[in-house]
């Protein structure tokens, strides 16, 4: 029973006749209408009986006074006189709508049936796209994980400008790709675009896209190095084909399974997605792990970040390769100054 029905009686008082059973003699009581009970007490104000309103009855309905049991006790009664009516009417009324909320067989079928319902339909908006994405991403071979990373990067390509190719640059591209492999998959291809991402990111199938100004506004290979290490571990955390296909919901992944292809729309809504997100911060250990095992230092990448060094202070006092012995190198001299002139200035 709603409060809303109890509310308004919830001070209310009658006097009555009540008798524990048929034998007994009839006692002058109070009754007072409770949380979902009558309280019965007599002139001394000693409790003689709780009755739970859900199971209140009337010996006779539209006569006076009115008469109440427990139901299933016509023994135990309780009188209300015709001046009681306000309680009269209260009893009635709680009856009332404790009975609206008795279940009914014909409603518990319907009931059931709609929950048979709801948990198919949820079986197929919560449990299926994720189950079929899964599965998705098990069996898409890598030829086609390529596949679609360079239709992915063709429309990158269609705001952020073409892949920059300087005379000389490629191979210091490849060189520093080489130097820099994922720790699973296939090898990294790495492509400087001029603009539309910001850093660097990891496409399905391997490509690594990277903004020029990485390669252009800094002295020394570290700070690219850095980016691309955080978009292998940020690829590892979270498959770029997944964020694909989450985008597309169920159908690309029933699309995918079936025909090997995604829409040159999804590809299309991808690509501008990809080019106005912030990327993700990847966590100071997980990095500073990155840099140990790709022997990076971590430092010129941190103050790339903040100038301060105040945001990324775990990186700079942990870099694993501040001392004075050091890492291989990147590119040599000549291959970097290369690189920086990939885009042509």
Known sequence: MKKTALSKYQRLEAAGLWRAEPEAQRLDVIVSVGESTLTITDMRDRVQAHWSIAAVARANPGQHPAIYHPDGDLGETLELPEDEAEMVTAIE????????????????RLLGGLVSVAAVAGLAVFWLPGAAREHALAVVPPVKRAEIGGALLEEL???AGPICEGPGATAALAQLARRLPPRSGRAARLVVVRGGIEGALRLPGGVV??????VEDYDEPDVVAGHVIAAYLRA???????????QGGLA???????TGEV???????????????????????????????????????AYALDITGETTLALIEADPFAGSDPPPPLLSDADWLRLQG???G
């Open 209 to 214: 896209v990277i903004n020029t100004d990485l």
């Open 157 to 159: 390509q269609g705001v």
């Open 93 to 108: 009324k709680l009856r009332a709508a404790v009975a609206r909320q008795r279940p009914r067989p014909g409603r518990l």
């Open 263 to 301: 829409t040159d729309a999804l590809l299309s809504a991808h690509a501008e997605r990809l080019m106005t997100a912030t990327p993700r911060r990847v966590p100071p250990d997980v990095m500073l792990q990155g840099f140990a095992g790709w022997k990076v230092r971590a430092r010129p990448y």
């Open 342 to 344: 990939i885009c042509g």
């Open 252 to 258: 690309a992944s029933l699309r995918l399974l079936a």
């Open 236 to 246: 590892e955390a979270r498959d770029p084909l997944d964020r694909l296909l989450r």
